[in-house]
């Protein structure tokens, strides 16, 4: 989304609904996402996870985030590489995970309860 600077009417829909997966007030996450094409304060350098469990579950959530249409963006596959590299994670590993995406889903909209957060969040 931010990566490539297209944000379509449903990559809002999903954002929305992952703010109340993740109990963030619903002003808050309409203000962002209202901002969020626009906002030139968006952070370049990739989260460091002290956990490597939450950061492959990051990849892998910014993986269904990322490629729900199954379009590959060269910036956000990069981007995706340089998290993965960040974490220690091998950078190969981010590639397989976006390949078994790509395998195993088609084109569809994003359901938040898939999200690994989620996942770790009922534990």
């Known amino acids: 989304?931010?990566?490539?600077?297209?944000?379509?009417k449903s990559d809002g829909s999903f954002v929305k609904s992952l703010c109340s997966m993740l109990d963030l007030q619903k002003d808050y996450c309409n203000s962002a996402v209202?901002?969020?094409?626009?906002?030139?304060?968006?952070?370049e350098?990739?989260?460091?996870?002290?956990?490597?469990e939450i950061a492959e579950a990051f990849i892998?959530?910014?993986?269904?985030?990322?490629?729900?249409?199954?379009n590959?963006?060269?910036f956000e596959l990069n981007w995706l590489k340089?998290?993965?590299?960040?974490?220690?994670?091998d950078k190969n590993w981010c590639i397989i995970q976006l390949q078994n995406h790509l395998n195993q889903t088609s084109a569809q909209e994003m359901d938040p309860n898939d999200l690994e957060i989620n996942h770790l969040l009922n534990l």
């Open 82 to 89: 340089f998290v993965a590299e960040a974490n220690n994670l």
């Open 60 to 70: 892998k959530d910014a993986i269904k985030i990322g490629f729900p249409d199954r």
């Open 45 to 52: 350098s990739p989260p460091k996870f002290n956990d490597q």
């Open 72 to 74: 590959l963006h060269l």
């Open 1 to 8: 989304m931010a990566k490539n600077r297209i944000f379509t």
């Open 34 to 43: 209202n901002q969020l094409e626009a906002n030139e304060f968006i952070i």
